[in-house]
Structure formats: structure tokens, C-alpha cells
């Protein structure tokens, strides 16, 4: 490849294909990529020169010995789920509304002041998280630098899109656990190696609009990967599984993992005014596609004993984290369910389960 090119241009060409790249159109090979980064890395040493929004100022491989714990200024809470198009249909009853993508990934937040990133953290239990900001400056779709000097909170979350999970699908049961596994690591050389992708879905503090659908354009015009999504004015008829459908195309065009769609309140004050319990906001709700399993391994299994007198098995298991709250014992199922599933063999101490909220609520 021909680099007559200055480092100025160099740069742009660089982040010009990292963005083609993020957003699942690159037009270059990996290795003609990192020939230009090598190309202006020498060009940089031999003048002494490096610009700010050089794409070698990003990788910064730190290596930590333990995870920070550190408390939000702003608490991340969970959002009310539901499987129940009419539920979601009362819950927004006239008000305008924007219908995003519900990212399969782990939740992150992200500082910036003076326009630069100072802090990552992960949600954690929604007050206390974990500070993975040696990794953020790894992801080249989370900028560094933003042009906005007050101090501004993102929100978003962090994925794995297929295309990429694809390289690790050997290794890895699926995308999401995948990139929360990723971000976690305390070697950032190695999250690099992730392929882990950032996508923006409000900002909480600084630089905030009167609606959802500006702060969502101003994340954009500030150089985030934006979450997809559809405005629904007050007065217009809207059909939620036509919603669904478009949203679910978006999203395969751009390869990303989503369990559901988010629907909140677009203006920004409406929904302040609705509060919060003490899992979650009540300006928005989740439709779920299907109910969220996560894994963890028997320890034995319990029995009780119903009003009905029926003896129904229980399982307790290596405790999970499922919404913020800590969960160790879920309902199998009755005996002749239980004969059925393992073929009249009993579950074994150790064995692999997956573990969901049955309509959101009764593990």
C-alpha cells in the first residue's frame, strides 16, 4: 500500500476504517489496517509527534492485580420486564415513547470530563460496580475524547457482536457472557483481543436534552455507536411486533446480540417524575423476547412440601446474581416432569444448570 500520507491523514484514514469496522462494514483487510498503524507508530517515534485523537494513544495495555470496587454517582438500576405486549401497551398508554434495542452484553458506564474519559464501570449490583476503565481504553468504539467540556455520564453497554463472537465461539457458551467475561479480564492486552464493542443508550448526566431521541442524537454527533431505535409520537397509532421487526433488522445488519426491546419515555422530565423502587426506574420497561438464563451447578437437591401435599424437587445450586439480587434455589419441576427430562435418571451433584425467572418473577 501506498503511504503518501501525513500523520494527519494517516489518522483519519485509520479511524475512518476503525468506524467502517465497528459498524460491520470494513473495506480493508485486518492487515492492510495494521500496516497503516505500524506505518504511522514509526512515522510518530521518528518526529516526536502525536496527536490527540491518534489511534496509538488508545492502546495503553494495563495490568491489574484486582478489579476496583467503586460507587456510581448516578445508582444503575434494573428496568421492570415484561413478556406481554398489553402490558407494555398500558404502560405507555398517550405518551411518546422511543421503542431501542435491548443489548445482550454487561451494562458499563462511562466519565468523561474536560471531554476526556476518566472512568469505565460496570453496573455490578447497581450501586457498587467494578472500575474496568484499563480495558474501555482498549474498545475502539468507546472514544476517549468527546467534544464536551462539562463533565457528561454515558450509558450503554458492552457486546460481542456475532460476527466477531465467531472467532471464540469454540471457547464461549455465547456473545454476552463472552464480552462480560472479556471486559473483567485484569490484563487489558488481552480484552483487546476481545473484539468487544461499546453501544450508547442515554446519558444520564451532562449534556442532557429535554428528550430521549436528542440525547441519543447527541451521543452520535459525539462519536458513539448509538443504540438502534424508533420515536413513537403521542398521537400516532403504533403496532409493537411491526416495531420489534423493524428493530430486529436494524440489528442484524449490524450483527449485534439483543434479548428484547427497551421501551421509555421520551421526555426526559415525564420520566424523572415516575421515581424509581429500589430495582428499578419507572420510565421504561423490557419486553423480553424469552426468558434469561444463566448457569450454575447443583449442589443437591431440597424437597417441599405444597398446601396441596404435593413434594415438589428444589434445586439449590452455586449462588447467581439474577436483577441485583443474589439467587441459590429454583423450582425443577414435578416428579413426572423430572422422569421425562432425565429419563428416570436423578440430577448428579455438580451437573451444569440453566437458571430463569418463569414469566420474569419465580426462578
Not at 496509538?56 to 454517582?73: A, D, M
Request: hydrophobic residues 35%; charged residues 25%; glycine residues 6%.
Amino acid at each position: 500500500m501506498d503511504w503518501d500520507m501525513t500523520i494527519t491523514e494517516l489518522i483519519e484514514f485509520l479511524n475512518y476504517h476503525t468506524r467502517l469496522y465497528d459498524e460491520g462494514r470494513p473495506v480493508i483487510s485486518d492487515k492492510e489496517w495494521d500496516d497503516a498503524y505500524f506505518e504511522l507508530q514509526l512515522r510518530e517515534q521518528i518526529q516526536g509527534v502525536r496527536y490527540e485523537n491518534s489511534p496509538t494513544l488508545r492502546i495503553s495495555y494495563q495490568v491489574k492485580n484486582e478489579l476496583e470496587k467503586v460507587e456510581h454517582s448516578r445508582p444503575m438500576l434494573s428496568l421492570a420486564k415484561t413478556k406481554d405486549t398489553n402490558e407494555i401497551r398500558d404502560f405507555l398508554g398517550k405518551h411518546e415513547f422511543c421503542a431501542m434495542a435491548k443489548m445482550d452484553g454487561l451494562s458499563c458506564s462511562l466519565t468523561y470530563e474536560n471531554g476526556v474519559l476518566i472512568r469505565a464501570e460496570t453496573r455490578g449490583n447497581g450501586t457498587i460496580g467494578e472500575d474496568i476503565t484499563h480495558n474501555a481504553f482498549t474498545i475502539p468504539s468507546i472514544p476517549t475524547k468527546i467534544d464536551e467540556k462539562q463533565r457528561i455520564i454515558v450509558h450503554g453497554e458492552i457486546i460481542c457482536r456475532y460476527n466477531d463472537f465467531e472467532f471464540f465461539s469454540n471457547e464461549y457458551e455465547n456473545p454476552r457472557n463472552f464480552a462480560a467475561g472479556s471486559i473483567r479480564l485484569l490484563d487489558a492486552k488481552e480484552c483487546a483481543k476481545r473484539k468487544l464493542t461499546f453501544v450508547a443508550w442515554d446519558i444520564i448526566e451532562g449534556g442532557i436534552h429535554d428528550t430521549l431521541q436528542l440525547n441519543l442524537h447527541n451521543l452520535f454527533h459525539l462519536g458513539f455507536k448509538v443504540v438502534p431505535f424508533r420515536t413513537v409520537d403521542a398521537n400516532r397509532a403504533y403496532n409493537i411486533e411491526q416495531l420489534v421487526e423493524m428493530i430486529q433488522n436494524e440489528v442484524k445488519e449490524n450483527s449485534y446480540p439483543i434479548d428484547g426491546l427497551v421501551f421509555k419515555f421520551n421526555n426526559i422530565e415525564f420520566g424523572r417524575s415516575l421515581g424509581a423502587t429500589a430495582h428499578h426506574f419507572k420510565n421504561a420497561i423490557a419486553f423480553k423476547f424469552y426468558d434469561e438464563e444463566y448457569p450454575s451447578y447443583l449442589k443437591y437437591i431440597d424437597w417441599t412440601m405444597g398446601r396441596t401435599g404435593v413434594l415438589t424437587p428444589v434445586a439449590v445450586f452455586e449462588p447467581i446474581e439474577i436483577d441485583g439480587t443474589e439467587v441459590e434455589r429454583a423450582n425443577i419441576h414435578n416428579l413426572s416432569v423430572m422422569d421425562e427430562l432425565f429419563n428416570f435418571k436423578k440430577p448428579y451433584i455438580g451437573q451444569k444448570l440453566y437458571i430463569y425467572k418463569a414469566n420474569q418473577i419465580i426462578p
